[in-house]
């Protein structure tokens, strides 16, 4: 599904991502875990091009992303992401926030988006907020709206970038528990995450990426109960 | 005590507070028009100048710039005397009207201030917005339109109305190209009548009876809107 090859990408002077390759499956859950700094969340955001690749190739399900020849709003209309700071749109209210993308970028009538969106809100346990303001939801409730934003383009890949990690501890489960349902339905994700939990619960696979590379990566039990390389063993004695 | 003021009262629509109104009224109309579509062209031409000056386009980032700092940089009487003497009668050699010249001065003048406003309120729009409506897949001028211009437009209103009350004010500048706005009239009045002080005292009520009711409901916007 995603195919990342010798993905390099510079700030001015600064390298941060010095070469990585990954392949992720259809339907396969992948955390990138890593101490901030590392790229992580870098790397994600090559993924649809929200930061322009400095060397390497990107592909989505055949097409090069990082290939001037290719609609890039095409493909990021295939590919969801959700934001730590869920970045929704505070002058739109919950409902207007799913639709905009089906109305505008997909060209549906308001009537059926409005139907996709309030299934979507009910999936993420949100029916009541439907005509609600972003600045009067919880942390949680914003970011289970934001992923009910994205799932309205029916993407074929979500990425989370650190989805939990602006929340208070106790709105962590409700978010966790939609990507868990995300996960079991076999929609491919792409997880950059603190939440050890549940990159080993949900996790398909687990990459530890530092300094700009992929240090290790292996199914979660591998990665968590018997790290191979010295820096992932540093990184989660630390935080485990 | 009755007969008192009644001879106040007559006395009072007989000064030249009373007596210049008529003719100051016909400066104000030509004041509110200049400002309100010398504003109007202004806010055209200052919000494409302001997207140009946040293009990534280096041409029209630097045509926007340059426009931007030549005008905020010189005064705006002698860009109306540019405009009125220097470039329609001298340099091209047609004659516009003085009412012309002074919404032209207005729009440019306004246009590169109201620029830095559409700059400004753009520029704060939280990153993520822009990153969000094009991870939604909208293209960039969807994103534009759709999600960060109507946020940058509330933050617009409050220095948008303070734009107002300064173009206004700057209208009585046109009196040196004789154009009839309130100044002017005011002028024209006291020196056939020879009654300045009042004259002037009621020029400066007109001001402020659009001045200060607009800073207040500005204030209530502002408030309203939390920014």
Redesign the interface.
């Known amino acids: 599904m995603i195919t990342v090859k010798d993905l390099h990408k510079s700030f001015g002077d600064l390298e941060v991502l010095k070469g990585i390759s990954a392949e992720v499956k259809e339907s396969e859950v992948v955390c990138v875990i890593g101490p901030s700094g590392s790229g992580k969340s870098t790397f994600l955001r090559c993924i649809?091009l929200?930061e322009d690749i400095t060397s390497g190739e990107v592909t989505i399900d055949q097409d090069v992303i990082n290939d001037p020849k290719t609609n890039i709003?095409?493909v990021?209309?295939?590919?969801?992401?959700v934001?730590q700071?869920f970045?929704?749109?505070?002058?739109k209210t919950v409902l207007e926030n799913i639709t905009?993308?089906p109305v505008?970028?997909?060209g549906m009538k308001e009537e059926a988006a409005k139907e996709i969106a309030l299934q979507l809100l009910e999936k993420v346990g949100l029916s009541d907020k439907a005509d609600a303001y972003p600045e009067s939801l919880s942390g949680g409730q914003k970011q289970r709206a934001?992923i009910a934003?994205?799932l309205a383009?029916e993407p074929k890949v979500m990425l989370f970038d650190e989805p939990t990690s602006a929340l208070d501890p106790e709105l962590v489960g409700d978010v966790l528990e939609v990507m868990k349902d995300l996960a079991r339905e076999g929609m491919t994700m792409v997880v950059v995450t603190h939440e050890m939990g549940f990159a080993r619960e949900v996790g398909d696979r687990v990459m530890f990426m530092d300094e700009g590379v992929v240090m290790e990566e292996g199914d979660p039990q591998q990665i968590f109960e018997d790290p191979q390389n010295p820096r992932t063993q540093e990184f989660l004695s630390k935080i485990l | 005590m009755i007969d008192a003021l009644n001879s106040m009262l007559d006395s009072l629509m007989d000064s030249a507070y009373i007596k210049s109104l008529p003719f100051l009224y016909e400066g104000l109309k030509l004041t509110l028009l200049i400002t309100i579509v010398g504003l109007f062209l202004g806010f055209i031409l200052g919000a494409f100048t302001g997207l140009g000056r946040l293009s990534k386009n280096g041409f029209i980032r630097g045509i926007s710039t340059i426009f931007v700092e030549v005008v905020r940089g010189t005064p705006i009487l002698v860009q109306v005397l540019f405009i009125y003497f220097g470039i329609s009668e001298d340099l091209i050699g047609v004659n516009i009207s003085a009412l012309t010249a002074a919404i032209i001065a207005i729009t440019i003048n306004a246009g590169a201030y109201i620029a830095e406003i559409v700059r400004g309120a753009v520029h704060s729009i939280?990153k993520?917005?822009y990153?969000?409506?094009?991870?939604?897949?909208?293209?960039e001028r969807?994103t534009m339109r759709?999600?960060i211009w109507?946020?940058a437009f509330?933050r617009m209103i409050p220095p948008l109305g303070n734009q107002f009350i300064i173009s206004l004010k700057d209208t009585s500048l046109f009196s040196v190209i004789a154009v009839g706005e309130l100044v002017y009239q005011g002028r024209q009045y006291y020196n056939a009548t020879f009654e300045v002080f009042e004259t002037l005292v009621m020029v400066c009520i007109i001001y402020l009876m659009i001045t200060i009711p607009t800073s207040v409901i500005l204030r209530r916007v502002e408030r309203k809107l939390d920014v």
């Open positions: 649809n929200l709003n095409q990021r209309s295939q590919v969801g992401m934001f700071h970045n929704l749109f505070p002058h905009i993308g505008k970028v997909k934001a934003r994205s383009m | 939280d993520g917005q990153e969000a409506g094009r991870a939604v897949g909208l293209t969807q759709y999600i109507p946020q509330k």
